[in-house]
């Protein structure tokens, strides 16, 4: 993702602001790290350069 | 089935760029519709391949498109699709849209909406994101009066939900959304087989297959978010 | 030439159920999106033989319907084509709608609203008339990017707009009209002589008046008032 | 006209209520008969059972 995204991005929970984390970038683009909820503390992982904002109930990490 | 599951199985079989493909037949007179600007910000529900915002930021020189998409295997093809910075994916939920009020000027959606386990409230989320006067382009082949698209549910685990066409104007009116239009666009392109060839695995006869596709088509409703 | 005299002589030479059956051709494309509910007050403007009002209380079971137009031979043949009572008509101008602020859910316009004296205060007048909510549908042959069109205004001395797609979809906003749509409507039921018929007194070559018809045909934007 | 034209119709200078006043009815219908308005008094005729509502400036009343 493009850092600019955080200009849009809310948390899917309460629409509040997000925090970035940044642990991997690659020109320009930021491949992994965080997002973190300024309000519910809620995180969201960034995974191969896309964000994933699933609500946390829904997110199904066992491989399909 | 989740809709990870069921929508990384197809990605990984290549469905997404089948459906790009089948899609765009309908899809490309959608996109030709919306009244976006230059710099315009687009929301795409269910992008799959991404094309629709590829198609926005190449002929409408649409400002930040996103592709939304609750498939990674989805995002990861699309993201491969094109290097245009102007693009970006994410995974999120159609009932829990991550983007904050007001801050989008067009949403558009192909053959994805039924699948939300809310559509009432994926209308509501839908208004909640739209700038007053921001557009909402919705298009389905799967609805009440396409008779043709039912049996899909059979082949598939996830929950669809069958609207006819004026549930989708009520439920854009009750979501907030006004609606500005609504029609049927036929499918002009797909090839049809001489009447000899039928009936075929999907069809018994080929005025069955002539209504499908040259009649009934994609159902678009357009809504405005008023306020 | 004032608008009634000019249109009054289209009326008495039959002119008026000519273009209802040219017009009709894309004009049903266009009534077939308007999300005209049973019950619903619809406008059209420039009515001429009243085509659109009829077809819509036909097919949507609209409720009181008002055709508005400066010419009242064309009021009096539009007249004479129904006996509906609930379709009115009467005489006024595009710039001075004599109708109360926020009373119609719908207005129409086919080949019309190009000979309004000022464009941009019929739309506000448009936008006054309706609900919030309400719809506007204005459909036009004669427009910038249909070159074929151009020549219109030599035949005719009411000065006529010549905007294109996005001047509509701008002065649409300047009006407060949401912009939700805007095409072209193709004619695809006119006729098309072979290659050899060509020169016509219209078209140098057959490829012009494919373009023409096939490809340009009718420039449709749809607004929505949002208060 | 039919007589519930007159909940929507208004005065095409200024918007305000028009009065009714009815020379020639049919079956339902106004034939004939003058709106004015409540506001500014201005006339407006209905002939042939179809009310004028042109602004009076634009009223061309010779033959075509
Ligand atoms: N509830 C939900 N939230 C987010 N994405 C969903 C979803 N339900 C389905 N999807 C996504 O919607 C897409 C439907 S397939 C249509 C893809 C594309 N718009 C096209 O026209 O070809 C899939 O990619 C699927 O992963
Ligand atoms: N300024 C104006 N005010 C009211 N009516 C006008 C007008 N300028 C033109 N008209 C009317 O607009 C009509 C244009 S011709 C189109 C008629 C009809 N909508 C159809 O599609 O066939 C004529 O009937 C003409 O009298």
């Known amino acids: 993702m493009k850092e600019d995204l955080m200009e849009i991005i809310c948390c899917p929970l309460d629409k509040h602001d997000l925090d970035l984390e940044v642990t991997e970038r690659d020109d320009g683009e930021i491949l992994s790290g ?30 399909a | 089935m989740s809709v990870r599951e069921e929508f990384d199985a197809w990605a990984a079989e290549g469905k997404d760029r089948g459906m790009e493909d089948r899609h765009w037949h309908t899809a490309k007179h959608v996109l030709a519709r919306m009244p976006v600007e230059p710099g315009d910000t687009v929301l795409d529900l269910g992008t ?16 930040p498109c996103y592709g939304l998409d609750g498939s990674p295997e989805m995002l990861r093809n699309a993201r491969d699709y094109t290097d245009d910075d102007g693009i970006g994916f994410l995974r999120g939920d159609f009932d829990a849209l991550p983007f904050a009020t007001d801050s989008i000027d067009h949403v558009f959606s192909m053959e994805a909406f039924y699948y939300a386990s809310d559509p009432p409230h994926t209308l509501e ?41 004026p ?13 500005a239009a609504q029609d049927t666009i036929p499918d002009r392109e797909v090839e049809i087989p001489p009447a000899d060839a039928f009936p075929t695995d999907e069809f018994e006869t080929r005025e069955a297959m002539v209504k499908r596709y040259r009649e009934l088509g994609t159902l678009l409703t357009v809504g405005v978010a008023t306020e």
């Open chain 2, 125 to 165: 989320e839908i208004t909640r994101v739209l700038r007053p006067g921001g557009t909402a382009h919705i298009a389905v082949n799967y609805y009440e009066e396409n008779v043709h698209s039912h049996e899909w549910q059979d082949f598939i685990d996830i929950e669809m939900t069958r609207w006819s066409g």
């Open chain 2, 48 to 63: 799959g391949s991404g094309y629709a915002l590829r198609a926005l930021r190449d002929t409408n020189d649409a400002g």
């Open chain 2, 167 to 179: 549930e989708y104007r009520e439920a854009f009116r009750e979501a907030g959304l006004a609606v």
């Open chain 1, 34 to 63: 965080q997002l973190t909820c300024t309000e519910c503390s809620e995180t969201f992982p960034i995974e191969d350069g896309i964000p994933n904002l699933l609500p946390p109930d829904m997110r199904d990490e066992a491989p």
